[in-house]
């Protein structure tokens, strides 16, 4: 057979993502490549143990991806089914053989609908299966345990899977061996079987332990992870920069770090449980492997800090004012910088649109200016590795006049949201710098007006939508009186000439009075504190 055209149809998300959580998931295709000529098509199939190739030709299977039934044969089981079979055991052997057929061409179908396009690449989605443990306290997390796995769910979502189901057990304290009881473990079993399930998701982090003895109960066939190796696992999809890349490789490698266990049971496997030295000799190199690339990439991260840091301090040579949009995921942080600064920042209904910090100037129609500099999202339960991986670009927060939290007002949860955000922020040790509350996405609630009254009763907040630009006129008056709580109040003579002094004054402070005098331009503003000291001659000469 000679073949005409060749085309690789899909490659699973494996090959890109080498660093990718799911990678070390096996049983199923790596990748297919289909060769196709007017009469045939061959479909090859890498698989985990070797190659499956399927040859079809193109009156049996025209359209079709993955052509394995034969369609004569179908058509005579049909007749059969129609009457034509004469004894039971006859009609039984073909019902059989006729399901076996149609569930194989059944799971080859769905096989096929898991390719999804994300992010303008197609990916392979996983069955995964979702598994959360509540406290019977209740109170040790801000979410129920349904919210907090419907949020796991989102998080699956947006890591490219297919969640096919979930569970959530009521235990007073998590069992150190499985985390979650052996009757669960059972049930959860069951389910990986009935659903094809090929990843099971905890909710909350797992010792390397509880990993390995829930893999080994499971029946080694499925990987088991939790939320945290999720969220890396998002990241590391999602990072664009470098900065992001490192900072993601190197959260990675130190969760992993003390979960470092495949290789010993590796061996001890291969030998019969009897080399169970060399396995731990294996494991303490591949440990020292590991904290060498952790070393290797914390000096990478360090120059290319250094780097950010210049250019920061260049910007802050120029005295204007920097606010930070901090928040929950998808709160509308992103959407908020693009309307006020016509940024083009992706803004999508997904967790974690965004990694890296964005900062672009907002001039304001009284002719005041800020930087307004968009981070990543938090979430609850977030992993303390990315808290300290993030911590350098988070430091952009640290060095701001003003903290902008934005809340999804319209979100059931927003109360808890608000909550995961001021722990996150606790950790930062950001507590000094002032803070304002905007309570967005307001044109989605249900009464508007009620949800604006509350936030007027309360103080530093204000309702806005970020999508229709509703309330961003309020928004920058408050950002205005709250940035003056950073300022110094100065009153100085500025002479004449030095007229583009008196316009920095006007972009970068707030201007009270100004009044002409035979000596120069007398201005009465608030202005920031590195600014004032520029104008300190000035001062005096006002003084005097
Ligand atoms: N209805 C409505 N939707 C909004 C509003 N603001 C943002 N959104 C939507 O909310 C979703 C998330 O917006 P983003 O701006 O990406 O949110 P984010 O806070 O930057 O999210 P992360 O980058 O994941 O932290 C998008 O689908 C936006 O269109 C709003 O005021 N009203
Ligand atoms: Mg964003």
Redesign the pocket.
Known sequence: MSFSLCSLTRVSPQIHERNSQWSQNAKRSIFRLSLTNNSSRCICRVVEQGLEVEVASADTAPQKQSPVIDTKEEEQQQEVFNGVATTESDNKALNSSYTAKKKKRDDDDSYENRFKLQNGREVFQEKAYLVGVEGKGGAEYLFGIEESLKELAQLADTAGLMVVGSTHQKLNSPNPRTYIGSGKVAEIKSAIHALGVETVIFDDELSAGQLRNLEKAFGGDVRVCDRTALILDIFNQRAATHEAALQVALAQMEYQLPRLTKMWSHLERQAGGQVKGMGEKQIEVDKRILRTQIGVLKKELESVRKHRKQYRNRRVSVPVPVVS?V??????????L?RLTGAT??????????LDPTTRRVQMKNGGEFLLT?T??FIQKLPTTLVAAFRATLEEISESSLLVH?V?I?HPLAEQQIEAVDKVLSELDVSSIPKLMIW?????VCDPQKVKLEAQKREDVVC?????GNGLDEFCSAVQEKLKDSMVWVEALVPFDKGELLSTIHQVGMVERTEYTENGTLVKAHVPLRFARLLTPMRQMCIS
């Open positions: 949009l928040g929950y995921t998808n709160a509308g942080k992103s959407t908020l693009n920042v992706l803004a999508e209904d997904r967790l974690f649109a965004t968009d990543v999202g934005v999804d319209s967005n996405k307001v044109d989605k806005i939508s970020a999508l229709s």
